[in-house]
């Protein structure tokens, strides 16, 4: 198996990668075969004091920006990249991939231990000027192993405005080797400052296909359940997998797809409201249950908590441990937003396909196992009505990134798709 193997039906990108990972090691050899002179620059334009912007074609250059729909596999193609960049296989010289998957570079870039990558996946709302500042001073420095310095930033979307302004200045003037690896849902989610610095990649949606032969393959799901997962997360091979071996996941989407037949009237609609936010917020105690105990644990040791003195901690880690609270409290604010837009997202799967059923298209629908009520909802209205009610599922996805209260978001979508 090679390193390209997790990233399910993006064959274009695949192919555009692996290109630049040869540029990459010929640079990387040619360098160490001259053993002298200035300081060599990036192949595609970047330079030991300088950068350019990313060129067309797949050479080599300093900064990426991976794009595409949640599931897509964003952060799995940079991960990739990293490792085959890493990559020490002989097979090389050969005229082999880049990326082999066996030797110690890509091993320990794919497990997270290799030195000289560092990845970037934060669990808060955001990610601030004090961890970015941190990450540009990393980027400085030079490779442990003689290869590159590779920072992956899974969720350069979540970025503050003064976080992204700190990164752009490490973009525009990389050190000689060192290589960024942006990830963000669009475009339009990275600075256009930075983007303009990045050779981009967009990413589709996986094949339902490739997706279902994936979770077969590599996770042991049985076909019939692979082939339900696949088709009705639309290809997300993260949604996909969670709901072919999460029992407690298949249980909330039935749940959120009884949703439209339970707005017959305002009592109705308040209370499935309620049901959503609740959901999300039990998952977000699940969480906190599973990790944030461990962590305060862990911290409260680090700082020197005395045994036999009922819990006492050290003077001046007041601050310390307070500063952990918050970042929990951030966190779970953000595993409640991300339950509740996965069940908008199947919200908004179920209306595209009643709008599929009232427009008689040859489309196939995606919630097949639930077909009579997709035609029940579509029979007893009109196309117009179904379009309001999708743009109310969209309209509440924005609120909820806007910092609406959960339940006052979700209570006015819920009227809103009783009104039709």
């Not at 209370?271 to 105690?285: F, G, N, P």
């Not at 489309?363 to 109310?392: C, F, K, M, Q, Y």
Request: some cysteine; charged content about 25%; hydrophobic content about 45%.
């Amino acid at each position: 198996m090679t390193v390209w193997d997790d990233l399910i039906g993006q064959g274009p990108v695949i192919e555009q990668l692996t290109a630049a990972a040869r540029d990459a090691d010929a640079f990387v050899t040619a360098v160490a075969a001259r053993a002298a002179g200035g300081p060599a620059g990036l192949p595609g334009g970047a330079g030991g004091g300088g950068a350019a912007p990313a060129q067309a074609g797949s050479r080599m250059t300093h900064a990426w920006l991976f794009t595409g729909p949640p599931g897509s596999g964003r952060a799995t193609a940079a991960r990739a990249f990293a490792a085959a960049l890493q990559c020490l296989s002989p097979d090389r010289a050969l005229g082999g991939v880049p990326g082999c998957g066996f030797c110690d570079g890509c091993h320990t870039t794919m497990v997270g231990t290799h030195a000289d990558v560092e990845t970037v996946a934060t669990d808060q709302l955001s990610i601030g000027v004090k961890d970015t500042r941190d990450l540009v001073r990393r980027s400085s420095l030079s490779p442990a192993n003689g290869r590159w310095q590779v920072i992956v930033l899974t969720d350069a979307d979540r970025l503050t405005e003064g976080a992204a302004n700190v990164l752009l200045k490490a973009v525009e003037e990389p050190a000689p080797r060192t290589v960024w690896l942006l990830c963000a849902p669009s475009v339009e989610d990275a600075l256009p400052t930075i983007r303009s610095r990045c050779r981009h990649l967009n990413l589709g949606t996986p094949p339902v296909d490739a997706v279902a032969e994936a979770l077969v393959r590599r996770d042991g799901i049985e076909p019939a359940a692979a082939a339900t997962a696949a088709r009705v997360t639309q290809g997300n091979i993260d949604r996909a997998r969670r709901l072919a071996t999460d029992e407690r996941a298949r249980e909330r989407r039935a749940a959120v797809l009884r949703l439209p037949l339970q707005l017959g009237d305002i009592g109705g609609c308040l209370k499935a409201a309620q049901m959503l936010v609740d959901s999300a917020t039990e998952d977000a105690k699940q969480v906190a249950e599973d990790v944030d105990a461990k962590e305060t644990e862990e911290m409260r040791a680090a700082l020197g908590a005395a045994a036999g003195t009922g819990g006492r901690m050290p003077r001046g880690t007041a601050g310390a441990m307070k500063e952990l609270a918050d970042r929990q409290k951030r966190r779970s604010t953000r595993t409640q937003r991300d339950t509740l837009d996965l069940a908008l997202t199947d919200l908004a799967g179920f209306y595209r396909d009643v709008l599929a059923v009232q427009f008689g298209t040859s489309v196939p629908i995606a919630n097949d196992d639930i077909r009579d009520a997709v035609h029940r909802v579509a029979g007893s209205a009109r196309p117009e009505n179904t379009l309001r009610r999708i743009e109310a599922v969209l309209a509440c996805r924005e609120a909820l990134d806007t910092n609406v209260a959960p339940l006052l978001a979700v209570e006015a979508m819920t009227m809103a798709l009783r009104a039709g």
